[in-house]
């Protein structure tokens, strides 16, 4: 019988594969966005080149791909639940040389490795995805091993993201959606600062910091954010699926007015905030 969880989890799945062929356009653009994220959890985990590493919700496989670049004598695993979105990582990997990195598809409740198997764990932007966070932070901390490293990140408030929460901002006030439940995955479900660093804790990790990390993604113009955000934006592609044509162009008339008003004509420098959370066994 299945759970809610498990439920979820499919749904997620299903997302991740179909929004695939988005990401795989848009790779180069998501990668640059997010690297600040990935640097600091390189920095946080400490590598060195014989390390044995995991990348829980690789994705399009960074920083997973980045730290195989590091450990050189090492091996990086990276996991995920879409299989799409693995085959993009796997393509990247072959297309680099290199032969240390490997993908398997997992749920990360139910991680399909030995106790003690990785020097090194890295999970960037997944766990306000997690169906179960706290059942995801025991698995992390139980394939870790001892005095290994742990770091992830997660996004902060709408308030201080502004590439994603100006336009959601709109559209949930055109269509009234209603607040998604408490506790549900989603983008800003860890935003609360202690929220993932007690679950860590809990789970075993120790020394466990939290930092935040700020900066802005880089959009050439506004046709280039709207478009965006209506193919790798899963938030944005579900809520627009419910309404009109005659809406939708309302609502990007008036997030373009938005946008000018805030940030100019041309080059958009869209303010993003995230936290950083890491520790050790």
Same mark, same amino acid.
């Given at each position: 019988m299945q759970t809610s969880e498990d439920i979820i989890r499919e749904q997620q799945r299903a997302v991740w594969n179909q929004f695939a062929p988005g990401w795989k356009k848009w790779d180069d653009f998501t990668m640059r966005f997010l690297q600040p994220m990935g640097d600091a959890?390189?920095?946080?985990?400490?590598?060195?080149?014989?390390?044995?590493?995991?990348d829980v919700?690789?994705?399009?496989?960074?920083p997973g791909l980045t730290i195989a670049s590091i450990v050189t004598k090492g091996s990086v695993i990276g996991t995920d639940l879409s299989e799409n979105m693995l085959s993009i990582a796997a393509e990247k990997a072959q297309q680099s040389g290199l032969t240390n990195y490997t993908t398997?598809?997992?749920?990360?409740? &139910?991680?399909?490795?030995?106790d003690t198997s990785f020097d090194a764990v890295s999970c960037r932007m997944g766990f306000m995805f997690f169906p179960d966070m706290a059942q995801a932070a025991r698995e992390l901390v139980r394939v870790l091993r001892p005095n290994g490293r742990l770091a992830t990140s997660v996004w902060a408030g709408p308030a201080d993201?502004?590439?994603?929460?100006?336009?959601?901002?709109?559209i949930n006030r055109a269509l009234q959606l209603?607040?998604?439940?408490?506790?549900a995955p989603g983008m800003f479900r860890c935003a609360q600062p202690g929220i993932i660093s007690g679950?860590?804790?809990?789970?075993?990790?120790?020394?466990?910091?939290?930092?935040?990390?700020?900066?802005?993604?880089i959009y050439s113009s506004p046709d280039e954010y709207w478009t965006n955000m209506n193919e790798v934006a899963a938030p944005v592609v579900a809520a627009l699926k419910q309404t009109d044509s005659e809406t939708i162009?309302?609502? &990007?008339?008036?997030?373009?007015?938005?946008?000018?008003?805030?940030?100019?004509?041309g080059e958009l420098?869209?303010?993003?905030?995230?936290?950083?959370?890491?520790?050790?066994?």
């Open positions: 959890i390189i920095r946080a985990i400490d590598l060195n080149e014989r390390d044995t590493v995991l919700a690789t994705g399009t496989g960074e398997q598809v997992a749920d990360v409740s &139910k991680l399909p490795f030995a993201n502004a590439w994603i929460g100006l336009l959601m901002g709109v209603p607040p998604p439940p408490q506790g679950l860590l804790e809990a789970a075993g990790l120790s020394g466990v910091t939290e930092t935040v990390l700020s900066g802005q993604v162009n309302r609502i &990007k008339e008036e997030v373009w007015a938005l946008l000018k008003e805030k940030y100019g004509n420098a869209l303010p993003f905030s995230t936290l950083i959370i890491q520790g050790s066994k």
